[in-house]
């Protein structure tokens, strides 16, 4: 099993009350529910899906077939848990996405901070080139992870529930601690890869067309919190939307 899912599978329900609890998870979600759009009648699958989260939104948002992926074998307990509990049709699957088969032809495939646990360059083109190969022709990748473009010496994320710890600089990625700010906090380590590496890994993979999509903040969140909380966000976001075009 690689890091990623040796670490989620000791974070388990630890992360659950993070996503809970964060106003980071909730400009997330906001911003992925922008970008994935319209999907009635769609075919997704939900890669990185831990517990289930997204792939539960994902259908709850109308998609016909929802696949939840994920490495780690407790992530995957948990959202069975759910899905037992609560049901939705969900289908939930371990796998490597570095060694992902193709499982069917997807219209959509989400990827909620898959990258930043790739390896090495060549195991993010993997993990790239396997989504191309499950994607229906003209279907589209909405991807979640770390900004290339933060900066730890601007102000940190801890009003948001994640605290950045440290950063050391690797051939083309940053390797960084951090820790969600659950009761006690819940340690986790992750890479911030370089911008040009991810749109190399995009060419290559063959997606014909990608873009890159700032957070956002829901109007509602804005008027909650005020303008005055979000300013760090907006600053030093440490996510960033991706959305590739087959």
């Known amino acids: 099993m690689t890091t990623s899912g040796?670490?989620?599978?000791?974070?388990?329900v630890k992360y659950d009350e993070y996503a809970r609890t964060a106003t980071l998870k909730r400009a997330e979600c906001y911003s992925i529910l922008k970008l994935v759009g319209m999907l009635d009648g769609k075919r997704v699958m939900d890669l990185a899906c831990g517990f289930g989260f997204y792939s539960r939104v994902l259908k709850q948002q109308g998609a016909a077939q929802v696949v939840g992926v994920d490495i780690s074998p407790e992530m995957i307990r948990l959202a069975c848990q759910q899905e037992q509990a609560q049901p939705l049709d969900i289908d939930y699957q371990i796998w490597d996405a570095a060694d992902l088969p193709y499982l069917d032809t997807f219209d959509l495939i989400t990827a909620i901070y898959l990258f930043n646990y790739a390896a090495s360059k060549a195991e993010m083109l993997a993990m790239f080139q396997n989504i191309y190969n499950n994607l229906a022709r003209n279907g589209r990748f909405v991807a979640y992870l770390p900004n290339p473009a933060f900066t730890l010496s601007k102000p940190n994320c801890t009003p948001y529930g994640v605290t950045?710890?440290?950063?050391?600089?690797?051939?083309?990625?940053?390797?960084?601690?951090?820790?969600?700010?659950?009761?006690?906090?819940?340690?986790?380590?992750y890479y911030r890869w370089n911008q040009s590496t991810y749109e190399w890994a995009i060419r290559e993979s063959g997606f014909r067309d990608f873009a890159w999509y700032p957070t956002e903040v829901s109007p509602d969140d804005l008027r909650r919190y005020g303008q005055a909380y979000w300013?760090?966000?907006?600053?030093?976001?440490?996510i960033i939307g991706l959305v590739c075009q087959k």
């Open 6 to 12: 040796a670490q989620y599978d000791q974070i388990g």
């Open 164 to 189: 950045v710890l440290s950063e050391h600089p690797e051939t083309d990625r940053y390797a960084c601690e951090a820790e969600f700010l659950t009761d006690p906090p819940t340690a986790f380590n």
């Open 231 to 238: 300013r760090d966000f907006y600053d030093n976001c440490l």
